[in-house]
């Protein structure tokens, strides 16, 4: 069992930055961030995949040039950072964890087994 415990709340307004961190009680090989609109479906946003020497990390469209996903092992934490935020970025924001090598195929899909509580993130035009 993997808790994960997500912080850095913020509003900000566009074109600000924002940065998430996701601290994780145990080991995940894959790693993701995901969110959440009102009314609208939960999108993959960043995720990461690697065995503490080498990571792959990918981006959907929407946030691919703004955004960076990173991960610190000896802390178990997952970051995000994100730049020139847009309105559109507006949404509860999720970490998801997964300790199986699968799970490099999930894609974007969340098909991961842990999931943390939410954080909100809100960027004002």
């Known amino acids: 069992q993997v808790q994960l415990v997500e912080s850095g709340v913020g509003s900000v307004q566009a074109g600000g930055s924002l940065r998430l961190s996701c601290a994780a009680s145990?080991?995940?090989?894959?790693m993701g961030w995901f969110r959440q609109a009102p009314g609208k479906e939960r999108e993959g946003v960043a995720r990461?995949?690697?065995?503490?020497?080498?990571?792959?990390?990918y981006y959907a469209d929407s946030v691919k040039g703004r955004f960076t996903i990173s991960k610190d092992n000896a802390k178990n934490t997952l970051y995000l950072q994100m730049n020139t935020l847009k309105p559109e970025d507006t949404a509860m924001y999720y970490c998801?964890?997964?300790?199986?090598?699968?799970?490099?195929?999930?894609?974007?899909?969340?098909?991961?087994?842990?999931w943390g509580q939410g954080t909100q993130v809100t960027v004002s035009s």
């Open positions: 998801a964890a997964d300790s199986r090598t699968l799970c490099v195929a999930f894609g974007f899909f969340p098909s991961y087994t842990y």
């Open positions: 145990g080991y995940s090989y894959c």
């Open positions: 990461i995949y690697g065995d503490g020497t080498t990571y792959f990390a």
